[in-house]
Structure formats: structure tokens, C-alpha cells
């Protein structure tokens, strides 16, 4: 949580180790645990890694069979937002889909399930299913709205998905109304440096592109998207998408080198993370 990754990975790392020779351990506790140490992986970067431990935390609980359980979706949804790093967002709708069939009905107003509703809605958006994503981003943020407040920075996310949503449907005052309510909440609720207020800058600015081109925008991208490559591993195809959006105003406004640098720029971001077959790959 202060950004420490690699020392909290160490740490997480411990506790499995330990875990793993305890007596009493449970295979709650120690699918929980896994599942853990799988976040502190994907927010290192190491997706290979949390892939795998994703998937001994899912085998631990499968095997228990546990029938009042919340790992297991929460284990389904990581898996979701793996695929969703590497631009393959047809496996990570499936993912997001197991999760959703294996949340109990008694779990579905709580912020995990939002955040498990939010993350099927930008799968929808990259698929160019807007439509589809809409109400399921409308009932991420009242979820979030009811149980964690009007000014809780949890409710920036569905803001940022609904803020997408309404660009991608040309709807350019909603999706103002979004921006401007999460950018309330954000100079009310973070720090000027917070990744997520960076990651609201590339939706205002998404939309500003929407209206239209001028150099200021550009200039916005390219501090949008330098601050993005510095931040965690999760913001950096958010990094390679600014790179992009200004390389197609370079080359639009007939700057040939400087296009082919901005995209040279998100494949470098996007090498790491994505096979060939990425979507955010194959865009650049």
C-alpha cells in the first residue's frame, strides 16, 4: 500500500513459505496466501509468476471445495486482470464470467463484486461492446456509492469505466459529468503524484481527442504517458494506450518520426506484457 512492491513481495513471499510448514494451517489460509502473493507478483510486473501462483491458489481451494468461500472468485478475477495485461480480452471476460458464477448471491453489494463488475465492463469496452458494459459499470459504482461513500476514492474506477464508456458511445457530456465528479473526489481524496489522478488525466484526454486535435493535447499525452511508464506495472499498456493516441496525432498532423518514436515507445511498454497476439501489440 506505500508502494513498497518489491519489499511486500518479500514479505509475501515469507509468509507462504512459513505457511506451507505450519500444522494448523488451512487450505483457506493457504490458498489465500497464494492468491496474495500472486497480486504482490502483478504488481511487480513478474505476470509469468502471478500467473502460476494464481493458479495454485485455484487448484488449493477447487480441491477443498470450499462451499462458503469468497477466494475463489477473487482468485478468477486476478486471472481476469492477467489476461486483460496481456491484451487477450476474450479469456478475461471467460475468466470474469467463472467469477461471477462462483460469487454467492449474499456477496454481490460488496466492492469486491464491483470491482469484479468493473473489470467485465472494460473487458466489454476493449471488445468494442460498450453497450453491454454500460449497465454493469452503472451497478459497479452505485455498489460502491452505497457501501463505501460518495467521496471514496473506491468509486474512481467505475467513474474512469463510465467516463470510456460514454466517449465510446460519443456521448462527450456524459462523459465530462464522470470526469468531473472523479477529479473531485481525487484532488479531495489522493496525493497530486497518485497514479490513479495520472490515469484520469488519459480519460479527460481521451475525450479532449474525441472533440479534437491541438498541441496542448499532445503535449498532455506525452507528460500523460511518461508518468504512466514510471508507475506500477498495472498502469503500463494505460502508458502504451497515451503513446499511441499521440502517435496517431503525429502522424495526422504529418510528423512521421515523431509518430513512429511514440510507438516505438508503447511497444517497449507493451514487450513485457503482451505475446504477439496482444491487442495493444497489434494496435501499435
Request: glycine fraction near 6%.
Amino acid at each position: 500500500a506505500k508502494g513498497e512492491i518489491e519489499r511486500g513481495l518479500g514479505l509475501q513471499q515469507d509468509a507462504v513459505a512459513q505457511l506451507q510448514q505450519a500444522p494448523e494451517v488451512t487450505p483457506r489460509m493457504l490458498g489465500t496466501a497464494r492468491a496474495n502473493l500472486a497480486m504482490a507478483y502483478l504488481q511487480a510486473g513478474q505476470l509469468d509468476a502471478a500467473e502460476a501462483e494464481n493458479q495454485r491458489a485455484l487448484a488449493i481451494f477447487r480441491q477443498a471445495a470450499l462451499p462458503l468461500n469468497s477466494g475463489l472468485p477473487v482468485v478468477l478475477t486476478n486471472l481476469g486482470h492477467l489476461a486483460i495485461l496481456r491484451g487477450e480480452p476474450k479469456i478475461a471476460l471467460d475468466r470474469y464470467d467463472l467469477a461471477l458464477a462462483a460469487t454467492l448471491r449474499s456477496a454481490t453489494r460488496t466492492p469486491g463484486h464491483a470491482a469484479l463488475l468493473n473489470a467485465r465492463a472494460r473487458a466489454l469496452l476493449l471488445l468494442d461492446r460498450a453497450g453491454e458494459a454500460l449497465p454493469l459499470a452503472r451497478e459497479a459504482e452505485s455498489i460502491l456509492r452505497e457501501r463505501t461513500g460518495e467521496q471514496s476514492p473506491s468509486r474512481l474506477g467505475a467513474l474512469i469505466t463510465l467516463a470510456d464508456i460514454a466517449v465510446a458511445s460519443a456521448d462527450l457530456g456524459g462523459a465530462l459529468d464522470y470526469l468531473d465528479t472523479a477529479q473531485a473526489i481525487a484532488q479531495a481524496k489522493l496525493p497530486p503524484t497518485h497514479p490513479l489522478r495520472v490515469r484520469l488525466d488519459l480519460s479527460r484526454a481521451t475525450r479532449q481527442r474525441a472533440i479534437g486535435a491541438s498541441a496542448a493535447l499532445a503535449t498532455e499525452l506525452q507528460r500523460i504517458g511518461s508518468a504512466l511508464a514510471l508507475g506500477p506495472a498495472l498502469l503500463q499498456s494505460s502508458a502504451a494506450r497515451a503513446e499511441i493516441m499521440l502517435a496517431e496525432m503525429r502522424a495526422q498532423a504529418g510528423d512521421t518520426s515523431d509518430a513512429i518514436a511514440a510507438l516505438q515507445r508503447a511497444l517497449d511498454l507493451l514487450e513485457p506484457l503482451q505475446p504477439a497476439h496482444g491487442v495493444d501489440r497489434l494496435e501499435a
